[in-house]
C-alpha cells in the first residue's frame, strides 16, 4: 500500500464515521489527520481530489451536478496549491539561507577574534555581544614593544553588510606598518582606505589609543565615535574621554587630533560602542549617568567581571533584546 | 494522435481554446482530474504571459512517448519583447503583473520538466512537460 493510498483509506475511514455520527470527536481527528497531510506535503487540490475519490465510493449514485460540482472545486483550488507550493518553496530558501548567515557568522567570530593580551600594569576586560547573528562592532589589541593599542569601531547600521564592512577594517589595519603609529595617524590611514573602498552610505566610527606603560600615558584619536570615559581614581570622579574628529570615510583630507593622558594608579579607561548608550528601556535610552554609576557599583571588581556585570544588567534591563551591537572594554592601571 | 496541435492566442478567449485544447489531450491520454487541473493551469498561465507581454503568439499541444514513457508537453511560443533577467522571472515572489498569476516558478512546479529559452527582441519559447504516472 503506498503513502496515498494509506491516505485514502484513512480519510474514508474518517469521513464515514463521521458522516455517520456527526461527533466533535471525528472533527477533532480530521484536524489532526490534515496535520499529516502538511506533512506529507499533500497540497490543497491533492485534498479536494482525494475527498472526490472518496466521495465516489461512498455514494455511487450521487448526482451529477453533485460530481461536477467537485470538479469545479477542484478547479478553483488550484490558485491555493499554487500558493502552497510557493510557499514551501520559500519556507526552504529561507532555512538554506539561515544556514549560510550562520556560517558566516561563525566565520567572522573566527576572523575578528581578538585576543585580550596580559598586560602586566593594565587589567583589561571586553564584552563584545552582536545583536544579531553577525557582529557589527569591532575591536582589536595589539602589544608592540612595549606598548599597548586598543581599538573600538563601529559600523553605522548593522547585520551583514557592517559585519563585512568590519571585516575590510581588520585587514586594513592589519596591513598597517608594523611600528606602533600614532592614534590619529592610523585613523588617517584608515580614513583613506575607508573613503575608497566602502559605498557612501556607510561610515565608520573609531577609538583608537595607545598606552605607554613608560610614560603611563595614553595616546588617543577618535573619528566620531561614542565617547568612553576615563576614571580619575584621585578625584574619585568619571570624565568623558573626548575625542573629536569625523568619522571615516566621508572626506579624503580629513585630519584628526592627537589627544593624550597621564593614567595613574587605579585610573581606568572606559570605551564602548553606541549599542551600548542606545540601551533602551522601558523609560527611554538609558543616561551616560547611569551606565557610569553600574560600572562604580562593580568597580572593586576585576576588569572582566565590571563589563560582564554591566553587560548583563544592561541586557536585563532591556528584557534580553539587544537592539544594537555591544561592546564594552575597561582598562584599569594596577601599578 | 502523434500530432501537435496548436492555438493561436491573440485575446483572452483563445486562452480558453487553449485551456480546452489541453484537457482534451489530457484526458485522452489518461491523466486524473488533479494534474488535468493542473495541466490547464500552466496552459492558462503560459497563455496569459503571451497575451500580456508579447501580444500575440501560440501555445502547442503534444502528446510525447519516451520509452514507453508518457506524457504531454506544452509549448509557448512568442515574437514577443523577450524577457531580459530569466533568472529574476524564475525567482518567487517576482511577478511583473502585480500579483496576479502565479508567474513562471508556479508553472515549473505543476508540470515535471520546465525549460524557456528567450531572447530580447525576438521572442520566447517556453517547454513544459508532465508525465502520466
Known amino acids: ?335 | 494522435m502523434d500530432i501537435q496541435s496548436c492555438v493561436e492566442v491573440r485575446n483572452e478567449w483563445d486562452i480558453v481554446s487553449a485551456r480546452q485544447l489541453g484537457r482534451n489531450m489530457a484526458k485522452e491520454l489518461g491523466f486524473g482530474n488533479v494534474d488535468q487541473a493542473r495541466i490547464t493551469t500552466a496552459i492558462s498561465e503560459l497563455a496569459r504571459n503571451i497575451y500580456l507581454y508579447a501580444g500575440r503568439g501560440k501555445i502547442c499541444i503534444e502528446p510525447i512517448n519516451q520509452l514507453g514513457k508518457k506524457g504531454l508537453r506544452i509549448v509557448a511560443l512568442d515574437n514577443g519583447p523577450g524577457i531580459r533577467e530569466i533568472r529574476k522571472v524564475m525567482e518567487d515572489g517576482y511577478t511583473t503583473s502585480g500579483g496576479l498569476g502565479a508567474g513562471l516558478p508556479g508553472v515549473k512546479r505543476l508540470m515535471d520538466e520546465f525549460s524557456i529559452e528567450s531572447t530580447v527582441d525576438v521572442g520566447t519559447e517556453i517547454s513544459a512537460t508532465k508525465w502520466l504516472r
Open chain 1, 1 to 335: 500500500m503506498t503513502a496515498k493510498d494509506a491516505l485514502i483509506e484513512r480519510y474514508q475511514d474518517l469521513l464515514s464515521v463521521y458522516l455517520k455520527a456527526k461527533t466533535e470527536t471525528t472533527l477533532y481527528k480530521g484536524q489532526q489527520f490534515s496535520r499529516k497531510l502538511l506533512e506529507q506535503q499533500i497540497s490543497p487540490e491533492d485534498l479536494v481530489s482525494l475527498h472526490i475519490q472518496v466521495m465516489d465510493e461512498l455514494f455511487p449514485d450521487m448526482s451529477e451536478e453533485m460530481r461536477d460540482s467537485f470538479d469545479f472545486l477542484l478547479e478553483s483550488m488550484i490558485g491555493y496549491g499554487f500558493a502552497y507550493r510557493e510557499h514551501q518553496s520559500l519556507r526552504d530558501k529561507q532555512q538554506q539561507l539561515e544556514s549560510e548567515i550562520e556560517v558566516a557568522a561563525s566565520m567572522q567570530q573566527t576572523l575578528l577574534l581578538s585576543d585580550v593580551p596580559d598586560f602586566g600594569e593594565l587589567d583589561i576586560g571586553v564584552v563584545s555581544v552582536p545583536a544579531k547573528k553577525m557582529n557589527g562592532d569591532y575591536y582589536n589589541f595589539v602589544k608592540s614593544g612595549n606598548s599597548l593599542s586598543v581599538a573600538v569601531a563601529d559600523i553605522i547600521g548593522k547585520g551583514i553588510p557592517a559585519a563585512l564592512c568590519m571585516s575590510m577594517i581588520k585587514y586594513a589595519m592589519d596591513s598597517l606598518p608594523e611600528e606602533q603609529m600614532k592614534p590619529h595617524l592610523l585613523l588617517e590611514n584608515l580614513n583613506r582606505v575607508v573613503e575608497q573602498n566602502v559605498n557612501s552610505n556607510m561610515f565608520i566610527t573609531m577609538f583608537h589609543g595607545v598606552y605607554e606603560p613608560e610614560s603611563h600615558k595614553f595616546y588617543y584619536a577618535g573619528a566620531g565615535h561614542e565617547p568612553g570615559f576615563i576614571y580619575n581614581a584621585k578625584e574619585d570622579k568619571f570624565n568623558d574621554l573626548i575625542a573629536k574628529g569625523l568619522v571615516l570615510g566621508v572626506s579624503r583630507s580629513t585630519t584628526y587630533h592627537p589627544y593624550e593622558k597621564k593614567i595613574e594608579v587605579g585610573d581606568m579607561v572606559v570605551l564602548l560602542s553606541d549599542g551600548v548608550t542606545e540601551c533602551r528601556t522601558s523609560k527611554g535610552f538609558i543616561e551616560r549617568d547611569e551606565i557610569v554609576s553600574l560600572i562604580r557599583k562593580y568597580m572593586d571588581l576585576s576588569s572582566q567581571k565590571i563589563v560582564e556585570n554591566v553587560f548583563q544588567e544592561l541586557d536585563r534591563l532591556q528584557g534580553f533584546e539587544l537592539r544594537d551591537d555591544f561592546t564594552l572594554i575597561i582598562l584599569k592601571r594596577l601599578v
